[in-house]
Nanobody
Framework: QVQLVESGGGLVQAGESQRLSCAAS????????MGWFRQAPGKDHEFIAA????????YYAHSEKGRFTISRDNAKNTVYLQIDSLKPEDTALYYC???????????????????WGQGTQVTVSS
């Protein structure tokens, strides 16, 4: 049974940094890509970044470049999302997804995701 479990969320002050984790289990993910998304109250879910498990190639949503960094630890089967200079508007439920990795890295922005985690809440106070 495939599981994606996010952790690392919580209440933080504006300007601080936070690292979220997505631990994957239940299958081999070598041919997969992992993505991070978020959904704020009353808003659509938003793609942030994705990483190809096999070679670590990344893709970021244009609006999220600079403050967000996605990375992976193959030994731990875990993908991370580092968020710097947090803003109150970053308050959202952050969750990860997994799906077959496309050959073209740019396609990770709109690829199909087969598995989803439950999410971890990030709340940024001003």
């Amino acid at each position: 049974q495939v599981q994606l479990v996010e952790s690392g969320g919580g209440l933080v002050q504006a300007g601080e940094s936070q690292r979220l984790s997505c631990a994957a289990s239940g299958r081999t993910f070598n041919s997969y890509a992992m993505g991070w998304f978020r959904q704020a109250p009353g808003k659509d879910h938003e793609f942030i970044a994705a990483i190809r498990w096999s070679d670590g190639r990344t893709y970021y949503a244009h609006s999220e470049k600079g403050r967000f960094t996605i990375s992976r630890d193959n030994a731990k089967n875990t993908v991370y999302l580092q968020i710097d200079s947090l803003k109150p508007e970053d308050t959202a439920l952050y969750y990860c997804g997994a799906g077959p990795a496309p050959e073209i890295a740019q396609a990770m922005g709109n690829m199909e995701y087969n598995y989803w985690g439950q999410g971890t809440q990030v709340t940024v106070s001003s």
